[in-house]
């Protein structure tokens, strides 16, 4: 065990001696910032943002009032430079809007969208609200998650506060139990209606609920993006390319012949490779939340998804040096995978991707899993948000990394 | 003495090639010696070296390291070996102390152990006060002997060296030379290779010498001149238009010589006395008309009887 941290520990700090390996560290960094500065990242203040508003097609067959709140809130002054709303008269035209790719989402607000939400299970149900989604958008459609959970989670806060209200009511002898219910309801619409007529949105009282209402600023898109696609370039420029380069060099076969299994070499170098990219990531994420105040989002969320992203792309790094002959070979390979991968993954489109078929194929990129995960994180979301995005990284490595295995011990690469 | 590499029947034949890369070779190695293989480039050594450092699979055969099979206990064999590549296997980025500590690990060795042993082979290496400095900023001769102080960290019971003096000015080769020998008087065995006779002549106790991946003799120096003999060799280089069938069968009815040997536009001819033989050889030329170029007198060495033994030179 101690072997393996020993050759990872060797890799990482040959990477940060090496001149080339320090270009491709800070090279997402400096990518984002010559990127954030020509498409004008850097001239809105936190809190605003620069990305196009996205556009949803919105429903609202809700016989209660909250449908009604919920719009209002939406359209409110606030939100424009967040969402685009157009309310539509059915589901099936917000749903075709939505195929024919003009809109990022439709919102199918039920006709019993209030009497589930203020109902006395209301707390514990999952929201009754249908998103209709533009696959190839998953970032944008992140964004809009994140607005409806937190409208939700108002009122979810609404019906406590009339909970309270009404056992208050009943112990003062001011009403009959048999009246809850409906005292119950009347208060909790009231509360949300006054809530969200005042507060075109979400006015809310602390520091952290205003950065979460702000929805995204434009550079959280962008850094991650930059920041995947140069990984995919550490990982098989710098880590994939290494395991090749050692082998010519020498140091590969030197390591098998000390007393050490080629199983533990292999993994060494792994853990080198992982170490790397872990690094180039937080180098990103740690210099523009210093400098530019960047919300990453819930930090457990963004270290376990930085780890299962360095994962998941250094797989594609070990399995392209299984198959290489040449550290050359791995390198212009790894250069073309890096902007084959960036291109299908949505790197350079600030994390959109294609829909529709090519947007599934975008799946097999850790850009197009990370970006999504990072966007929901910058969002509202937690780790328990991106748990299908860890797994699915978390697989994507696991599988590349047993073929990578079974590639190198056929071409008796770590026979020993 | 007791022998610390067996090697038996050693082979191995990669796919898609007629013959064999080592066919097989069979050789002991007592220890306390140093014992050479001596070939051409291609000949085989470096393979058989790789398959007595367990980085190669025998095709067929098996060897022995220190009473461990290559085969059964590979991990045994590994510990026992030192291995200084031809090649300057070091990370240039890290400094001398840095590259040794790491190969120290993996040897399994730790804590003050390790550091202590780091400093004697630096102090050995003579480079103590260069430790600290990145390998790259070294010159090629101190970096050949910071390759082979890794060889020796973890205090081996043989030490393989493959070719370790290929590509160095000369006063790097004497130092490794000179290392060699020091290790020997030490104790350690060595496995060495070249395919300079020179140094095969100098260092080894004995030497076997490998050709198209056969072992095609063994033994000590004297034992090995003995197969072509007592004779010194004179080469004479004929210009072509005067060589001719009649000028050779005169040179070879002059008194001391035993043997006429045309190669390549050379007339390599086998003689009692060299020196003394010489001026009469360039008379019956002349009487023949034939115009020597040049002419050279070589006492029984290595290159000779690789050139008995396969009508080649080393240097081929």
């Known amino acids: 065990m101690m072997k393996l941290l020993v050759i990872g520990l060797k890799d990482l700090k040959v990477a940060f001696r090496d001149k080339v390996g320090m270009i491709m560290l800070a090279g997402p960094f400096a990518l984002t910032l010559a990127m954030g500065f020509v498409t004008g990242a850097f001239s809105v203040s936190a809190g605003e943002t620069a990305i196009q508003a996205t556009k949803v097609a919105v429903v609202n067959e809700d016989e209660g009032e909250l449908g009604d709140a919920m719009v209002t809130w939406l359209q409110d002054d606030s939100m424009r430079s967040i969402v685009n709303i157009s309310v539509v008269s059915s589901a099936a035209r917000a749903r075709d809007l939505v195929d024919e790719g003009e809109f990022v989402a439709g919102l199918i607000l039920p006709v019993d969208f209030s009497q589930a939400i203020l109902s006395a299970e209301g707390l514990e149900q999952e929201s009754p609200i249908e998103m209709y989604v533009y696959p190839g958008q998953p970032i944008r459609v992140g964004i809009v998650r994140s607005l409806i959970e937190r409208f939700v989670a108002r009122i979810d806060a609404g019906v406590v506060s009339s909970k309270v209200a009404v056992t208050g009511l009943i112990g003062a002898g001011l009403i009959q139990p048999q009246e809850a219910n409906d005292v119950g309801r009347e208060v909790g619409e009231a509360l949300v209606t006054l809530e969200s007529g005042a507060m075109a949105g979400i006015t809310i009282q602390s520091q952290r609920v205003e950065e979460e209402e702000v929805g995204i600023q434009p550079l959280a898109l962008l850094a991650p993006s930059m920041a995947m696609l140069f990984l995919m370039y550490t990982v098989s420029g710098i880590g994939g390319r290494s395991i090749i380069a050692e082998r010519e060099d020498g140091t590969l076969p030197r390591m098998l012949a000390t007393p050490t299994d080629g199983a533990w070499i292999l993994g060494g170098k792994v853990i080198g490779v992982v170490l790397v990219g872990v690094a180039q990531l937080a180098i990103v994420i740690g210099v523009t939340s210093l400098l530019f105040q960047l919300h990453w989002g819930d930090m457990l969320g963004v270290a376990v998804l930085i780890v299962a992203a360095v994962f998941g792309a250094a797989g594609w790094g070990i399995l392209l040096a299984a198959f290489a002959r040449t550290a050359e070979q791995v390198s212009t390979i790894g250069m073309a995978m890096m902007l084959f991968f960036g291109l299908l993954g949505g790197s350079f489109f600030g994390g959109g991707s294609f829909g529709g078929t090519l947007g599934t194929i975008g799946k097999i990129t850790p850009n197009a899993w990370a970006q999504e995960g990072f966007a929901i994180l910058a969002g509202t979301g937690t780790l328990t948000d991106i748990r299908g995005t860890i797994v699915g990284l978390a697989v994507m490595g696991s599988l590349l990394f047993g073929v990578a295995v079974l590639v190198f011990r056929r071409r008796g690469l770590v026979r020993c | ?316």
């Open chain 2, 1 to 316: 003495m007791n022998n610390m590499i067996e090697a038996q029947a050693l082979t191995k034949r990669y796919n898609g090639t007629p013959d064999p890369a080592v066919d097989e070779v069979s050789f002991v190695v007592r220890q306390g010696e140093i014992f050479s293989l001596l070939g051409p480039n291609g000949a085989g050594k470096s393979t058989t070296l790789s398959m007595l450092s367990c980085l190669l699979k025998p095709t067929s055969g098996d060897a022995c390291i220190d009473g461990a099979s290559i085969l059964q206990a590979p991990q045994r064999v590994k510990a026992a070996i030192g291995v200084v590549p031809q090649e300057i296997a070091l990370y240039p980025k890290l400094t001398a102390y840095e590259n040794l500590i790491f190969w120290g690990r993996l040897y399994g060795m730790g804590g003050k152990a390790l550091r202590k042993r780091v400093d004697e082979v630096l102090d050995m290496t003579g480079l103590r006060e260069r430790a600290k400095d990145r390998i790259e900023t070294y010159s090629g001769g101190m970096q050949r002997r910071i390759n082979i102080g890794v060889g020796l960290l973890h205090q081996p019971k043989v030490i393989y060296m493959d070719e370790p003096t290929v590509g160095i000015d000369p006063q790097s080769r004497r130092s490794i030379l000179d290392t060699v020998m020091s290790l020997n008087e030490q104790g350690m065995t060595v496995l060495y290779t070249t395919h300079y006779m020179e140094e095969a002549q100098e260092i080894s106790d004995r030497i076997g010498i490998i050709d198209h991946g056969e072992m095609i003799a063994l033994g000590t120096q004297r034992e090995l001149t003995q197969l072509v003999g007592e004779h010194d060799v004179v080469e004479m280089h004929i210009a072509e238009e005067t060589s001719r069938p009649e000028v050779v069968e005169a040179l070879g009815r002059v008194p001391g010589v035993h043997q006429v040997q045309p190669l390549n536009g050379t007339l390599r001819l086998f003689v009692d006395d060299g020196n003394a033989v010489l001026p009469n050889l360039i008379t019956v030329a002349n009487e023949q008309n034939a115009k020597i170029t040049s002419a050279s007198i070589q006492e029984p060495n290595l290159e000779a009887v690789f050139l008995h033994l396969t009508g080649r030179a080393l240097r081929d």
